[in-house]
């Protein structure tokens, strides 16, 4: 069986997520549900990163000791990612002692073969960022990655030699070009960052305590970069003096799915640790775009911050997962507002979806009694709705396999778009009228019963709580990615359950009113 390891970048536990965070979760879960259902090996890693000075100065301020304060952080990160149905099967905290020891062997690795040094560092600071960034890096004047004001700031630090690795990692990233996607992302990490020159990276920090100690100079925390950016193998058993069969069954990892605005640590930093490392890189780092509010990114001064677990109370699970991602283009930042959520959830689940399932089964319950009945022979028009449907899946295999998730949902969504054309076509509630044109009727009921069957297999990845339920109103478990490579996946002579609305419509004035 082949392997597949997906991972996002694990959250900061400086606060609670909201929806533009949320979203880089069940993307990477409507990838790895997907994967699975075409028979691979998933591996899919997610979690929480606790170290750091921000961390170390929340904490104070809350009166509580650091580790409780990211315990209680991490917790409400995880709640989150299990209300939205994420099913990562592993979630890392970096405060787990086994992570810790290996980081430290690393550092003290990299440190004896002489890729990291003790040096002095003078330049300008991001508090915020814990970056450190030169004249020329700074956009007016201003952090480059959060437009915060930099300051001074000198203090001794290890460092990681850059230089040494950089023409090898250039070297890589001409000749893999689906190293890093989208493809503009990779020329502004060459041409902005790679041939101007990498500085050494400081690995290091003395000016505050909370993070893994340097074993052999307890004045010295390790930096995030070695310590966040090696769980992606710590918590797969990598060791310094031999490795766990699983590192070796999932290294490399196939996706790291990330936000661009990390992308830079991803996709320089984290290469030149695993080549000094003597370790493959993972095959593909994805910087996907933000969710904005409106026109704005969220952030808490704003005032515009949506939680995920709030929009679910409100709008239900599958719909809050299908607006994240179909919404999101492959390399465009994405909108949120409610009047948007709404429009979707009324147009594309409760009319599209929710309508189709609705009328297609009341249909079958009054004119055979609920009984899936033989189709007798197929016209044209038959033909060419099967016809679609079994070509959906290799189009939504090369939408997905390009990470063009919004567009893999558009295809199914043609299923059930055709279908609806499909029954004005055939008309079911004339055929229904004279018995001599049962057969007919039997024909058309079964493909808008088999249709509906295969968009819901596919479904799966993105609404699994709503492609259960279409399972059910079917009265089916063949639920499989086989059975779509033909069209008799639905037995006949099988009793349809009861149809359930999927999707209730929403009344957009008087939930915008409530809103407000």
């Known amino acids: 069986m082949e392997k597949f390891y997906i991972s996002t970048a694990i959250a900061y536990t400086s606060g609670k997520p909201h929806i533009g965070n949320t979203y880089e979760i069940v993307l990477a879960d409507v990838i790895a549900r997907y994967k699975r259902l075409l028979g691979y090996d998933v591996y899919f890693q997610t979690g929480t990163d606790e170290h750091g000075i921000k961390i170390e100065e929340k904490a104070k301020a ?31 905290r970096t405060t787990n002692p086994s992570h810790e020891a290996i980081v430290a062997d690393i550092f003290k690795k990299l440190y004896d073969q002489g890729d990291i040094y003790l040096g002095k560092y003078e330049g300008l600071y991001c508090t915020p960022c814990e970056s450190f960034f030169t004249e020329s890096q700074l956009v007016d004047g201003k952090c480059p990655d959060c437009g915060r004001e930099v300051h001074s700031a000198s203090e001794e630090a290890y460092f990681l030699k850059m230089d040494k690795y950089a023409k090898r990692l250039e070297d890589y990233i001409m000749s893999h070009p689906d190293f890093i ?12 960052f790679i041939r101007p020159g990498l500085q050494d990276l400081c690995v290091s920090r003395t000016s505050f305590k909370w993070g893994i100690p ?3 100079n307890d004045k010295h925390v390790i930096y995030v970069w070695i310590d966040a950016l090696s769980n992606y ?36 930093y984290w290469p030149i640790i695993l080549m000094a490392l003597d370790l493959p890189l993972p095959k593909k780092v994805f910087g996907h775009p933000w969710m904005l509010f409106g026109n704005d990114k969220m952030s808490k001064s704003k005032g515009n911050i949506v939680y995920a677990d709030d929009l679910v109370d409100k709008f239900g699970v599958d719909a809050v997962r299908y607006y994240m991602v179909h919404e999101m283009p492959f390399s465009n930042d994405g909108t949120f507002t409610y009047e948007l959520l709404i429009d979707r959830v009324n147009s594309d ?46 189009l939504v295999d090369s939408k997905m396999e390009e990470l063009k998730v919004s567009e893999a949902i558009d295809v199914i969504f043609e299923i059930f778009k055709k279908c609806n054309k499909y029954i004005d076509e055939t008309t079911p509630w004339i055929l229904a009228k004279d018995d001599e044109n049962k057969p007919r009727l039997s024909t058309v009921m079964y493909v808008l019963l088999e249709a509906i069957r295969h968009g819901a297999v596919l479904l799966q990845a993105v609404l699994p709580e709503t492609s259960d339920k279409i399972f059910k109103q079917l009265n089916t478990e063949n639920r499989y990615y086989d059975s779509l490579k033909s069209f008799d996946g639905l037995d006949f002579g099988i009793l349809l359950n009861d149809p359930e609305p999927l999707f209730v419509r929403i009344d957009k004035d008087a939930v915008l009113e409530e809103l407000k």
Not at 246 to 265: A, N, S, T, V
Not at 362 to 371: A, D, I
């Open 62 to 92: 809350a009166g509580v000791e650091p580790q409780k304060f990211v315990d209680d952080v991490s917790l409400e990160i995880r709640r989150i990612y299990d209300i939205m149905n994420a099913s990562y099967d592993k979630f890392v």
């Open 181 to 192: 996607q989208p493809e503009s992302r990779k020329n502004e990490m060459l041409n902005n």
């Open 214 to 216: 340097v074993s052999f």
């Open 233 to 268: 193998i710590t918590f797969l058993g990598y060791g310094i003096n031999g490795s766990s069969d699983e590192f070796k069954k999932y290294w490399p990892c196939d996706l790291h799915l990330i936000g661009k605005d990390i992308l830079r640590f991803h996709t320089i």
């Open 349 to 394: 689940l409760a009319n599209i979806l929710g309508n189709l399932v609705n009328r297609t089964i009341s249909m079958s319950k009054k004119y055979f009694g609920g009984v899936v009945v033989e189709p007798i022979e197929y016209n044209d028009t038959d033909k060419e709705l099967i016809d679609y449907v079994l070509s959906v899946p290799s």
